[in-house]
């Protein structure tokens, strides 16, 4: 419902920001990355989720809509509420969220901070589903490589040098892209 505001940051709480948008003060509960990030005066968009529940409406924040979009992944998840989402979006950045999910590696979940039930959690809730990958510049998403990203995983690539390869190859066919990365990465 509101995909966005944007205005200036008029106070920080514990957990959310108020901010000005025209002379209507809008609470966006966020992280505290994105708590230490902004500055109190400063102007700021924040892409924002919008939460309805029988005795409670909230709104929450994140600096960049890929960041917003594995949140709404997280919601997906069985017995992960917002609250508990923006905890773990706070722990672990999206790209090694994505990561992990996309390797299945528990053990590298909870050296992120999330805990063995959680990440066990995540895991058999996300296992299969189209998990985006994320551009490490700006958070943005591409689920277009998604499936080049899981073929050179199943062959023991890591997620991370993947992602890092995949973006430097101009090709848009899948299979030309795949074999590319394929002789970079026998490379190294």
Not at 13 to 36: H, K, M, Q, T, W
Not at 49 to 56: A, Q
Not at 102 to 117: C, P
Request: charged share 25%; hydrophobic share 45%.
């Amino acid at each position: 419902m509101i995909a966005f505001v944007s205005g200036t940051i008029s106070a920080k709480e514990d957990a959310s920001l108020i901010i000005d948008v025209n002379g209507l003060g809008y609470r966006v509960f966020c992280s505290p990355a994105v708590l230490e990030k902004v500055e109190i005066g400063s102007e700021q968009k924040m892409y924002t989720y919008f939460v309805v529940r029988e005795t409670d409406q909230s709104l929450y924040g994140f600096l960049t809509q890929g960041e917003k979009e594995v949140f709404q992944k997280l919601l997906g998840v069985s017995g992960v509420g917002p609250k508990s989402a923006i905890k773990i979006v706070s722990k672990v950045s999206a790209h090694d969220l994505a990561n992990a999910i996309m390797q299945q590696d528990e053990s590298l979940l909870q050296a992120l901070g999330v805990g063995k039930k959680m990440a066990e959690r995540l895991i058999v809730d996300l296992k299969g589903k189209d998990f985006p990958v994320l551009d490490g510049a700006d958070g943005a998403l591409h689920s277009d490589l998604s499936e080049e990203v899981e073929a050179l995983v199943a062959l023991g690539y890591s997620a991370a040098d993947v992602s890092e390869v995949l973006k430097k190859i101009d090709s848009q066919d899948s299979a030309e892209r795949i074999k590319e990365a394929l002789k970079i990465l026998g490379k190294s």
